[in-house]
């Protein structure tokens, strides 16, 4: 998560989404540690960035 932003920060649909995309990359994180989570990650980033001008607009 970005350094400045707290989960309250996220709205209720974001943070389940996060929530669901952290769920996932645990799931394969137990496969390996070869296993890509370049994807999911880049959601994360996507959610955040998202989230991050929202607040800076206020």
Do not use: C
């Not at 400045?4 to 929530?19: A, I, M, N, P, Y």
């Not at 799931?27 to 929202?54: F, H, M, N, W």
């Amino acid at each position: 998560m970005a350094d400045d932003l707290k989960f309250s920060d996220f709205t209720r649909g974001e943070q389940l989404h996060l929530v669901a995309l952290h769920a996932r990359m645990a799931k394969r994180g137990i496969a390996g540690p070869t296993v890509d989570l370049s994807d999911l990650q880049r959601k994360v980033r996507r959610i955040e960035q998202q989230a991050e001008r929202r607040k800076n607009k206020k």
